[in-house]
């Protein structure tokens, strides 16, 4: 079974503090994905990583950085967080998008509040 | 730009019966997927089905299935005999074909299943 964990469930961190949050998965997925859930407006994609060291923005990158130095491991950075960041933090990896049985797996998510 | 729309924030049903959530999509590409993603309570987000756009035949998982109308842009989840254990949260999510890999949701419908 494709595992996805991430470093906390739940995490308080304080206004324009820096925030790290860590995902790993255990499938060598080329493929890692940053998203934030919010009620009512789904999940959105903040960042995605399609190789080591290689990432792309997603819809709502302001605010937020990315590292993958590892393949198995995917980091979102808050720089200086802020009350709007309080969130819950989906990680998700996949094979190739090209693969016939694609998905995305899932980590449990880390609920963050900014106070 | 390519949307997922979720009509029904929250649904119920009862214990055993039969339930139908909606979605509807809209692009104007021909190669795409179509995903049910079925997040509990404990958070942790698992694919519950998938259709690829080129298959006529609507996809069956067990007692999940699709009505799946290109045309009119529709994918519907249909949970037969449904269970305790169904009740979560559930979105529907797009994918272009070929190289993509974006998946984009619809905001959810949230379903309680009364004993």
């Known amino acids: 079974d494709v595992k996805v964990t991430q470093s906390s469930r739940y995490l308080v961190k304080r206004t324009g503090e820096k925030v790290f949050l860590e995902c790993v998965q255990d499938?060598?997925?080329?493929?890692m994905f940053w998203y934030r859930q919010d009620p009512g407006l789904g999940l959105r994609l903040i960042y995605f990583s399609y190789d080591v060291k290689m990432k792309e923005k997603g819809d709502i990158p302001e605010g937020y950085s990315v590292s993958r130095e590892k393949k198995e491991r995917f980091s979102l950075i808050l720089e200086s967080a802020s009350t709007n960041q309080t969130s819950m933090y989906l990680c998700?990896?996949?094979?190739?998008?090209?693969?016939?049985?694609?998905?995305?797996?899932f980590g449990p998510g880390t609920r963050l509040t900014v106070t | 730009a390519q949307t997922v729309t979720q009509s029904q924030p929250e649904m119920s049903v009862q214990e055993a019966e039969t339930v139908t959530l909606s979605c509807t999509y809209d692009t104007s590409e021909s190669d795409y997927y179509l995903f049910w993603y079925k997040q509990p309570p404990s958070r942790q987000m698992i694919l519950v089905i998938r259709q690829e756009a080129y298959k006529q035949q609507n996809a069956t998982e067990n007692r999940f299935s699709v009505n799946f109308q290109k045309a009119a842009k529709s994918f519907s989840l249909k949970i037969s005999d449904s269970q305790l254990g169904d009740a979560a949260m559930y979105f529907c999510a797009y994918k272009k074909g070929g190289a993509t890999n974006k998946l984009i949701f619809g905001t959810g419908t949230l379903l309680a299943v009364q004993p």
């Open positions: 499938m060598d997925h080329e493929n």
């Open positions: 998700a990896s996949s094979p190739h998008p090209r693969d016939t049985a694609y998905e995305q797996y």
